[in-house]
């Protein structure tokens, strides 16, 4: 079992920056790839940002160049520095997790573990 417990949201002026973080726990030697994403109100959610366990990063063309992701595998945490926030990143923070068995030698393929979500809300 993994868990993901994020952290760091909270309000921000527009043109402001904030990161927000996510700690693995548990079986972290299954996760490969992470990823977050985010849910703003009435709106389904999307994922923003990916990084591979070797460290490939791929962004949707909504954050492309204000957000960074990265992962601190020592310490089992994501990041996702965001900048240049506008009201229109207003949403729910999640962070998930790709799990193969194959990779810490459990009896599954591939399992998702999700986080519990932080709100970042971004002010005019």
């Known amino acids: 079992q993994v868990q993901l417990v994020e952290s760091g949201g909270g309000l921000v002026q527009a043109g402001g920056s904030l990161r927000v973080s996510c700690a693995a726990s548990g079986e972290t030697a299954c996760i490969s790839a992470m990823n977050w994403y985010r849910q703003a109100p009435g709106k389904e959610r999307e994922m923003i940002a990916l990084i591979t366990s070797s460290g490939g990063t791929k962004y949707a063309n909504s954050v492309q160049g204000r957000f960074t992701i990265s992962r601190d595998n020592a310490k089992n945490t994501l990041y996702l520095q965001m900048s240049s926030l506008t009201p229109g990143d207003t949403a729910v923070y999640y962070c998930?997790?790709?799990?193969?068995?194959?990779?810490?030698?459990?009896?599954?393929?591939?399992?998702?573990?999700w986080g519990q979500g932080t709100l970042v809300t971004v002010s005019s």
């Open positions: 998930n997790a790709d799990l193969l068995g194959l990779r810490c030698g459990r009896n599954f393929t591939y399992l998702e573990v």
